[in-house]
């Protein structure tokens, strides 16, 4: 067998990987490395690999990595602005959310999320990401309002902001048409839109974890019309909850079928769900979250079914930590996504990362599995490429306490 206990898929050469694993599988790995489209049944088959099939896959998929997008690892000086957690909307995943009169409840003001802004400008942010909650009381053009705030105080932040469901949100206050509302935001400044609220693109999922959410096919509408005015979008799916394989991969196709369309999504973000402070947990109804391996298999599917049309594939340290982040890097992913400033959503589930890392951090990180460092714009854009060590990026890095050794990760549950 080989050598698998260290998940660098990156040391076994794909060639030799395919060798050693079982021919149904290495027959469907070696058309992926021939650049044949991977349909469903194929993709099902390696939801299911374990030892060296699982090694192959890793392999192939790191392999197909260095041919899409080279050996940089980007990453996004950034800061996530979530202006409120009042919301009525209630996804049992979510360990975020508050009623209006919870005593932990806020809700920023737009002077508030100005100065936020600033202060990432200062620090070197090109990208502030901005959700929030949805209180029932929001006002109609509050969405519109944060970005003219945001651009009063710093014109050339670049503004990734509101979710679909946001979005949904909007067009109902308002009363304008999609589409008008969409062009009226990117008028006002908005950049580009988080492709969340996505969770598993299944409503029959949907009716189990976020029933108040907006259907597929609103989600759909929301991001072909963004893409359609020449908003991009990132995408996402979280996965680990109730959801089985084929609601992944299905969810994964049906993301390939709207990138072969619209060409808007600029990457695809894996999102591990955090199960410690959620009721879907608490109520029996959830599984702790992905196992080690499953994270590896997403992200190298992903890598397999999007890469050809969605080339980015992002870790979210936030949700794995860095030892499992650094793993999926060398298993297909080539971004570390942002260094965010502050994290809220994620901690509140129970997440114990989502803080703040310093470019320098990141770049240790990168630099620690044999990659190249490059810092990106949000729509991956390369501002700088660190080709040479810097001795600032020597800086130790420090331990989330998952990355201890002997600590439980509270996100892979074992
Ligand atoms: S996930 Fe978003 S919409 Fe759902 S309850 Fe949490 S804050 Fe509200």
Redesign the pocket.
Known sequence: MLETQSTRAASIPAEAALRAAAPAVARILGAALQGRELGFSDALELCEVWGDDLAALLSVADELRRRAVGDAITYVVNRNINFT?V?????S??G??RSARAADAYFLTLDEIAAKTKEAWDRGATEVCIQ???PRDLDPWFYRDILRAVKRAVPEMHIHAF?P?EIANGVERTGLPLRDYLAMLKSEGLGSIPGT?AEILDDSVRAQV?PN?LPVARWAEIIRAAHALGIPTTSTMMYGHVEASEHRLRHMLLLREMQKDTGGFTEFVPLGFIHSNTRLYRNGEARAGASRREHLVVHALARLLLGPVIPNLQVSWVKLGFELSLACLDAGANDFSGTLMEEN?SKSAGATFGEYVAPEEFRALIRSIGRIPAERTTTYRIRRSFLCEDPADRVPVRLRVADEPNAHHPVTGY
């Not at 919301?87 to 996804?91: A, K, P, S």
Request: with cysteine; glycine share 22%.
């Open positions: 957690n919301c009525t909307v209630g996804c995943f979510c975020f959310g929030g909650g949805l979710s469901m609220a976020s959410k959503i």
